[in-house]
C-alpha cells in the first residue's frame, strides 16, 4: 500500500511525514523520533479516532493526504544520550572464574553428590540453604577455639562450622558439590546416620525430618547473632525460626473442676508445626488443627488418681520462617519399619495461621493481614486497568479529548472550543492521560502501603524475626518418594529468588518458577509441579514444608 503523507506538529515546527498504513505505532513513533529527538516512550500523539499506541495498526486512523496531527512530549537528557566508557571493564562468562559465574544472573545452583543413601541429608541442607538470613549468619560464623583433650584426639567436628564452609563452596560454583565433610561431622554429632544397611553394602536410608531436626537443633546451640552491636547474642534459630505456643491443660472430667483444679497454662518453644494426618485430613489446616489439640493421662490430685486432660495450644508467637512437617511415617510393628501415610493432603503457596494464635497476637496481626489484602487489591485493579488498555489500543476513550475518559476539573467560565486561523479545533476541555490516572493510584497506593507499615503493632515491628502479618508463603519443599522412611528417594523444590538489578541494587521481581534438586541433577519447573506433591501415592509427596513470612512495606512504603 503506497504511503500517506501528512503534517505533525511538534512545538510550533511543523514535520513532513510518509506514513506507511501496513506498519504500526511503533515503527510511527521512531520516524518522529528521528525527526524530534523525542523518544518513543516520551511521546503523547493526538490523532482524531484515537491515541497512537505502539501496537496500534496506523491503518486504523484512515489518514488523508496533508491532514495535520499534534505531538506532545520533550526529549528526555535534551534528546542526547551521553555515552561513555564503562566504570567497569566489561567482562565475558568465559572469562570469568567459576565463582564469578555461579554469581550471575540465570546461574544453575550447585547440586549435591549422593554419597550412598544420602538423598535425605542433600534434600534438607538445599531447603535450608533457601534462607538468605542463614546464610548471612553462617558467613560470619567462628568456631570458639577449643584445645585437643586429655588424649591427644581432636574434638568432634563443628556441624556449624561445617554448613557454613559446605554453603561458601557451593555458591562457587554451578556443579555437584561432593558434601563429604559435612556428612563426617554429622555421622560424629549424630551417631544413628551412620547406621548401616541391612540389606547390603553401605549406610542405611535416613528419615530426612530427623537430619532437619538435628541440624536446627545443632544450630541453636551454636549460631549466634546480633541485630546490632551494642545488642545481646541471640539464637538464630529461637530469633527467625522458633515460635511460641500458649497452651491450657484442663481435665476433662466435671468432679476435677467442681473439686477446685484449675486449668494449667504453660508456655513452650516449637520449631516446626506438625501437620497430623488421620482419615479426615484433606488439608494442611486440618492437619495443623489436629496437632493442636491433644488427649493426655495424667494424676489428677483432686481426683486421687489418673484422669484424662485435655491439652488446647494456641500461637503466641509466629516466626519469619516456619517449618511445617506432615507426619506421614509410624512405626509398624509387624513389617518393624516406619511405614508411611499416603492419604493426599494439600497444602497452599500462601499459608494464613491468623486463627490458630491466641488473642493477643490474633489483635495484632488481624489489622495488618486485612490492610495487606486490601492493599494487593489495589494493586490488581491498576495491573488489570493497564492490561484492559494496551489491549483496547486505540479505541481505549480514556485518553480521547471528548471521549468517556476521566475528566479534569474544569471551572464555570470556561470558554468553548475554538478555531485556530489553520483550521485546527483548540481544545477546550481537558482530560487525563493515561499517565496522569496510573500517577494518582500508584500516589494513592503508596499511601495505603505507608498506613500498612503504620498498622504493625510496636510491640511485633521491635522483633524483625517474626512475622507481622500472620501470612506466610512457601519457599522450600522436601519430599520423599516411596513407602517407608527408611527406603525410597527425597528431592528437594525451592523457589527461585528473583536476580538484583545491577543498576538500582534492588531485587527484579520473581518469575514464580521453582528450582527442583534432586541429588546432583538440578532442574528449573514451574509452580504448577508443587501443585502435584499432595501425595496420595507412592510418588513423591511433601514432608517437610518451609514457609517465609511475607514481605511488608517499610516506612516509606517500599520493598527491600
Same mark, same amino acid.
Given at each position: /500500500?503506497?504511503?500517506?503523507?501528512?503534517?505533525?506538529?511538534?512545538?510550533?515546527?511543523?514535520?513532513?511525514?510518509? @506514513?506507511?498504513?501496513?506498519?504500526?505505532?511503533? %515503527?510511527?513513533?521512531?520516524?518522529?523520533?528521528?525527526?524530534?529527538?523525542?523518544?518513543?516512550?516520551?511521546?503523547?500523539?493526538?490523532?482524531?479516532?484515537?491515541? %497512537?499506541?505502539?501496537?496500534?495498526?496506523?491503518?486504523?486512523?484512515?489518514?488523508?493526504?496533508?491532514?495535520?496531527? /499534534? /505531538?506532545?512530549?520533550?526529549?528526555?537528557?535534551?534528546?542526547?544520550?551521553?555515552?561513555?566508557?564503562?566504570?567497569?571493564?566489561?567482562?565475558?562468562?568465559?572469562? $570469568?572464574?567459576?565463582?564469578?559465574?555461579?554469581?550471575?544472573?540465570?546461574?544453575?545452583?550447585?547440586?549435591?553428590?549422593?554419597?550412598?543413601?544420602?538423598?535425605?541429608?542433600?534434600?534438607?541442607?538445599?531447603?535450608?540453604?533457601?534462607?538468605?538470613?542463614?546464610?548471612?549468619?553462617?558467613?560470619?560464623?567462628?568456631?570458639?577455639?577449643?584445645? $585437643?583433650?586429655?588424649?591427644?584426639?581432636?574434638?568432634?567436628?563443628?556441624?556449624?562450622?561445617?554448613?557454613?564452609?559446605?554453603?561458601?563452596?557451593?555458591?562457587?560454583?554451578?556443579?555437584?558439590? @561432593?558434601?563429604?565433610?559435612?556428612?563426617?561431622?554429622?555421622?560424629?554429632?549424630?551417631?544413628?546416620?551412620?547406621?548401616?544397611?541391612?540389606?547390603?553394602?553401605?549406610?542405611?536410608?535416613?528419615?530426612?525430618?530427623?537430619?532437619?531436626?538435628?541440624?536446627?537443633?545443632?544450630?541453636?546451640?551454636?549460631?549466634?547473632?546480633?541485630?546490632?552491636?551494642?545488642?545481646?547474642?541471640?539464637?538464630?534459630?529461637?530469633?527467625? /525460626?522458633?515460635?511460641?505456643?500458649?497452651?491450657?491443660?484442663?481435665?476433662?472430667?466435671?468432679?476435677?473442676?467442681?473439686?477446685?483444679?484449675?486449668?494449667?497454662?504453660?508456655?513452650?518453644?516449637?520449631?516446626?508445626?506438625?501437620?497430623?494426618?488421620?482419615?479426615?485430613?484433606?488439608?494442611?489446616?486440618?492437619?495443623?488443627?489436629?496437632?493442636?489439640?491433644?488427649?493426655?493421662?495424667?494424676?489428677?490430685?483432686?481426683?486421687?488418681?489418673?484422669?484424662?486432660?485435655?491439652?488446647?495450644?494456641?500461637?503466641?508467637?509466629?516466626?519469619?520462617?516456619?517449618?511445617?512437617?506432615?507426619?506421614?511415617?509410624?512405626?509398624?510393628?509387624?513389617?518393624?519399619?516406619?511405614?508411611?501415610? $499416603?492419604?493426599?493432603?494439600?497444602?497452599?503457596?500462601?499459608?494464613?495461621?491468623?486463627?490458630?494464635?491466641?488473642?493477643?497476637?490474633?489483635?495484632?496481626?488481624?489489622?495488618?493481614?486485612?490492610? @495487606?489484602?486490601? &492493599?494487593?487489591?489495589?494493586?490488581?485493579?491498576?495491573?488489570?486497568?493497564?492490561?484492559?488498555?494496551?489491549?483496547?489500543?486505540?479505541?481505549?476513550?480514556?485518553?480521547?479529548?471528548?471521549?468517556?475518559?476521566?475528566?479534569?476539573?474544569?471551572?464555570?467560565?470556561?470558554?468553548?472550543?475554538?478555531?485556530?486561523?489553520?483550521?485546527?479545533?483548540? $481544545?477546550?476541555?481537558?482530560?487525563?492521560?493515561?499517565?496522569?490516572?496510573?500517577?494518582?493510584?500508584?500516589?494513592?497506593?503508596?499511601?495505603?502501603?505507608?498506613?500498612?507499615?503504620?498498622?504493625?503493632?510496636?510491640?511485633?515491628?521491635?522483633?524483625?524475626?517474626?512475622?507481622?502479618?500472620?501470612?506466610?508463603?512457601?519457599?522450600? @519443599?522436601?519430599?520423599?518418594?516411596?513407602?517407608?522412611?527408611?527406603?525410597?528417594?527425597?528431592?528437594?523444590? &525451592?523457589?527461585?529468588?528473583?536476580?538484583?538489578?545491577?543498576?538500582?541494587?534492588?531485587?527484579?521481581?520473581?518469575?514464580?518458577?521453582?528450582?527442583?534438586?534432586?541429588?546432583?541433577?538440578?532442574?528449573?519447573?514451574?509452580?504448577?509441579?508443587?501443585?502435584?506433591?499432595?501425595?496420595?501415592?507412592?510418588?513423591?509427596?511433601?514432608?517437610?514444608?518451609?514457609?517465609?513470612?511475607?514481605?511488608?512495606?517499610?516506612?516509606?512504603?517500599?520493598?527491600?
Amino acid at each position: /500500500m503506497a504511503t500517506i503523507p501528512i503534517v505533525v506538529k511538534h512545538q510550533g515546527t511543523k514535520y513532513d511525514v510518509e @506514513v506507511d498504513p501496513d506498519s504500526t505505532g511503533d %515503527v510511527f513513533k521512531f520516524q518522529l523520533y528521528s525527526l524530534t529527538g523525542v523518544e518513543p516512550e516520551r511521546q503523547k500523539i493526538l490523532i482524531k479516532g484515537g491515541q %497512537v499506541k505502539d501496537d496500534t495498526p496506523m491503518s486504523k486512523f484512515n489518514l488523508q493526504p496533508g491532514q495535520s496531527i /499534534m /505531538m506532545l512530549g520533550t526529549p528526555g537528557k535534551d534528546g542526547k544520550d551521553v555515552l561513555s566508557r564503562p566504570k567497569e571493564q566489561i567482562k565475558f562468562v568465559e572469562d $570469568m572464574t567459576e565463582a564469578e559465574a555461579a554469581q550471575q544472573e540465570g546461574a544453575i545452583p550447585a547440586g549435591l553428590t549422593n554419597l550412598g543413601n544420602t538423598c535425605y541429608l542433600n534434600s534438607t541442607l538445599q531447603t535450608l540453604r533457601a534462607i538468605p538470613e542463614l546464610q548471612n549468619a553462617l558467613s560470619k560464623y567462628e568456631p570458639q577455639s577449643t584445645a $585437643m583433650n586429655t588424649t591427644g584426639l581432636l574434638p568432634p567436628l563443628d556441624l556449624t562450622r561445617q554448613l557454613r564452609d559446605l554453603y561458601k563452596y557451593m555458591s562457587e560454583t554451578q556443579e555437584a558439590y @561432593v558434601p563429604h565433610a559435612f556428612l563426617t561431622a554429622l555421622r560424629s554429632a549424630f551417631p544413628q546416620f551412620a547406621e548401616r544397611s541391612r540389606t547390603g553394602a553401605g549406610f542405611a536410608q535416613q528419615d530426612a525430618e530427623e537430619a532437619w531436626s538435628q541440624i536446627v537443633t545443632q544450630l541453636r546451640q551454636k549460631l549466634r547473632v546480633k541485630a546490632s552491636p551494642e545488642d545481646a547474642e541471640a539464637s538464630f534459630i529461637d530469633k527467625y /525460626m522458633s515460635g511460641e505456643f500458649t497452651s491450657e491443660l484442663v481435665c476433662d472430667e466435671p468432679a476435677a473442676r467442681e473439686g477446685g483444679e484449675q486449668p494449667v497454662v504453660s508456655k513452650e518453644t516449637f520449631l516446626k508445626l506438625n501437620c497430623h494426618i488421620d482419615s479426615s485430613t484433606n488439608h494442611l489446616r486440618d492437619g495443623i488443627a489436629n496437632g493442636l489439640s491433644e488427649k493426655l493421662e495424667k494424676r489428677s490430685e483432686v481426683l486421687g488418681r489418673d484422669a484424662v486432660y485435655t491439652k488446647t495450644s494456641k500461637i503466641s508467637r509466629l516466626p519469619k520462617y516456619l517449618t511445617v512437617h506432615f507426619v506421614r511415617f509410624f512405626w509398624k510393628r509387624e513389617t518393624q519399619k516406619k511405614a508411611k501415610i $499416603m492419604r493426599k493432603v494439600t497444602f497452599p503457596h500462601e499459608l494464613d495461621l491468623v486463627e490458630f494464635c491466641d488473642d493477643k497476637l490474633k489483635s495484632m496481626l488481624v489489622p495488618v493481614r486485612d490492610k @495487606v489484602r486490601e &492493599v494487593r487489591k489495589d494493586e490488581e485493579d491498576i495491573e488489570r486497568a493497564r492490561k484492559r488498555r494496551k489491549r483496547n489500543g486505540a479505541e481505549d476513550v480514556a485518553d480521547i479529548p471528548g471521549g468517556k475518559g476521566a475528566k479534569k476539573d474544569e471551572k464555570k467560565g470556561d470558554k468553548k472550543p475554538s478555531t485556530s486561523a489553520d483550521g485546527d479545533v483548540e $481544545m477546550g476541555e481537558t482530560y487525563k492521560t493515561d499517565a496522569e490516572v496510573d500517577a494518582e493510584r500508584e500516589a494513592a497506593l503508596l499511601a495505603a502501603k505507608k498506613e500498612l507499615h503504620a498498622l504493625i503493632d510496636p510491640e511485633l515491628a521491635k522483633d524483625d524475626g517474626a512475622n507481622q502479618s500472620g501470612l506466610y508463603e512457601l519457599r522450600g @519443599v522436601v519430599t520423599h518418594q516411596g513407602a517407608s522412611a527408611d527406603s525410597g528417594h527425597y528431592t528437594a523444590y &525451592v523457589k527461585k529468588t528473583a536476580p538484583v538489578d545491577a543498576k538500582t541494587g534492588k531485587r527484579k521481581e520473581e518469575d514464580g518458577k521453582w528450582w527442583w534438586f534432586n541429588d546432583d541433577k538440578v532442574t528449573e519447573v514451574t509452580a504448577d509441579k508443587i501443585e502435584t506433591l499432595a501425595g496420595g501415592g507412592e510418588s513423591h509427596s511433601a514432608l517437610i514444608l518451609l514457609y517465609r513470612a511475607i514481605p511488608l512495606p517499610s516506612a516509606e512504603g517500599t520493598f527491600e
